[in-house]
Nanobody, 123 residues
Framework: QVQLVESGGGSVQAGGSLRLSCAAA????????MGWFRQAPGKEREGVAS???????TYADSVRGRFTISKDNAKNTLYLQMNSLKPEDTAMYYC?????????????????WGQGTQVTVSS
């Protein structure tokens, strides 16, 4: 059973915006941590933003002030609004869910992963 499905990626010019969505199975969406990660070619997967069941959010320094994470509990959907995009934001973006209560920033906090959606930002 597919738990997390991302959509909304694409190609944009620098300064543009995209909104990523992650549709989750109901049980998965009730996970304590929900987050977005990204991985560029030749680089490790890194955390971008997270939100827990209390609504507390975290952001990587590189995206703070430009990206906003949110979720719609009625739709079991996680979002990532990305504004003022830069070429260095180019990566595959992954949605993730973690059931353990704790710090939602590190990769080790997550159990379930989507297949990813590609974001390409041209200069």
């Amino acid at each position: 059973q597919v738990q997390l499905v991302e959509s909304g990626g694409g190609s944009v010019q620098a300064g543009g915006s995209l909104r990523l969505s992650c549709a989750a199975a109901a049980g998965t969406f009730r996970s304590y941590c929900m987050g977005w990660f990204r991985q560029a070619p030749g680089k490790e997967r890194e955390g971008v933003a997270s939100i827990n069941t209390h609504g507390t959010t975290t952001y990587a320094d590189s995206v703070r002030g430009r990206f906003t994470i949110s979720k719609d509990n009625a739709k079991n959907t996680l979002y990532l609004q990305m504004n003022s995009l830069k070429p260095e934001d180019t990566a595959m973006y992954y949605c993730a869910a973690g059931r353990v209560v704790g710090d939602c920033r590190p990769r080790r906090s997550y159990n379930d992963w989507g297949q990813g959606t590609q974001v390409t930002v041209s200069s």
